[in-house]
């Protein structure tokens, strides 16, 4: 029985010291053609014109610029929610004493029997 095993980034094919070489040839005949394809798309990219290559920087200008400023807008939503924050806890606090002071004043009233 041929042992099947395959490189782990592409899934090539690999020899395997229990195959025979009847199973392993094809096999490695079928890695190096695909590595011969990849080459291939390689060359093809190196060899492009360069308004390809412009628009693909570009495109990546675009990127860095778009995480630029996400990254702007996240820091602006926090500190606008640190300021929010801030401002509900300052109100509940506020509201928080005139409840006591409130409740004080009602025990108060009900203890003096009214």
């Known amino acids: ?13 690999l020899p395997h010291p229990d195959n025979s070489l009847e199973d392993d040839v094809p096999r490695i005949r079928a890695a190096l053609a695909a590595l011969d394809r990849k080459v291939e798309a390689l060359d093809t990219l190196l060899h492009s014109d360069d308004l390809t290559l412009d628009t693909v920087q570009e495109l990546v200008g ?13 820091t602006l939503v926090a500190g606008q929610l640190a300021a929010n924050s801030a401002a509900i806890n300052t109100q509940l606090s506020s509201q928080d004493q005139r409840v006591a002071a409130q409740l004080t004043a009602i025990s108060s009233l009900l203890y003096a029997g009214l």
Not at 1 to 13: E, W
């Open 1 to 13: 029985m041929t042992i099947q095993q395959t490189t782990p980034h592409l899934g090539l094919p």
């Open 62 to 74: 675009a990127v860095k610029a778009a995480r630029s400023d996400i990254g702007a807008l996240n």
